[in-house]
């Protein structure tokens, strides 16, 4: 990092500020699959801290930690992002989503055996079969293939006057 603060002609101090604050910059070295549990309040909620109880059982470390043969680090990082479908971890570039405790045990074995799952259609694999965030019956809303705007009368405003209690209709909500 001293010699990015000299490159960029920086004070170190300013380079390591950015480096601890974004997890995605490692300032030590991470397993071959870097594992990062998202543990804010949806995934929370959904049943991460049994996922992340499952993963430290399984590999015999803890949030932070590396195995020793070097192929596993977890860490315990803000959301991800995937709040539909929680709870979830990034594993290296690729979002595992819908997790059990079964499901993650099951995905683990496979990265001992370097036959990691193929990621889906979405770029994701939500581990319970789904695709995306769809539910179970499939895309039941946002169908349409083009946008439809609201209607909205061009003469709303035209004395110049807006009524309170009117806003939220002359906006179109």
Known sequence: MDKVAQIVEAAPTR?????????????????????????????????????????????????????????????????LGACANAPMIQMNDDYYECLTPETTIQLLEKCKANDVPVMGKWGSLPMNGQVSCEGPLGKTS???KEPVPAAVAVDRFKDGTVDPSTVKKHMAY
């Open 15 to 79: 380079v390591y500020e950015v480096a601890s604050f974004y997890t995605m910059f490692n300032r030590t070295k991470v397993g071959k699959y870097f594992i990062q549990l998202c543990g804010t309040t949806p995934c929370m909620i959904c049943g991460s801290e049994d996922i992340k109880r499952t993963i430290e059982d399984h590999l015999g470390i803890q949030n932070g930690q590396t195995t020793p043969d070097g192929m596993f680090t977890l860490l315990e990082v803000e959301c």
């Open 142 to 144: 946002l169908t349409w």
